[in-house]
Nanobody, 114 residues
Framework: QVHLVEFGGGLVQPGGSLLLACEAS????????LKWYRQAPGKEREYVGQ????????NYADSVKGRFTISRDNAKNTMYLQMNNLKPDDTAAYLC???????WGQGIQVTVSS
């Protein structure tokens, strides 16, 4: 079965940076579209961005465009989310997703606070 695990969350000050990683197993990783979501307490799950299987074309939500960058390393079965110029509103649990399998990571907490 498909299994996803996120790494790299934590506490950071406004304006700081974090790198998240999502490692996958149980699938032929290069075949699939990959997505990042986030969810803050009391709010609906929010789309963050995605990266395609062919050409690694990316798409981002307006709220993170210009600050976040998604990449993938197919040799390592890993997707990354580089988060720069973080804001308090970025505080949430971040989850990676493979829509073809309805597979989700466990969620990893990012907290942005002075």
């Amino acid at each position: 079965q498909v299994h996803l695990v996120e790494f790299g969350g934590g506490l950071v000050q406004p304006g700081g940076s974090l790198l998240l990683a999502c490692e996958a197993s149980g699938l032929t990783f290069p075949r699939y579209l990959l997505k990042w979501y986030r969810q803050a307490p009391g709010k609906e799950r929010e789309y963050v961005g995605q990266i395609t299987s062919h050409g690694s074309v990316t798409n981002y939500a307006d709220s993170v465009k210009g600050r976040f960058t998604i990449s993938r390393d197919n040799a390592k079965n890993t997707m990354y989310l580089q988060m720069n110029n973080l804001k308090p509103d970025d505080t949430a649990a971040y989850l990676c997703n493979i829509p073809n399998f309805d597979a989700w990571g466990q969620g990893i907490q990012v907290t942005v606070s002075s």
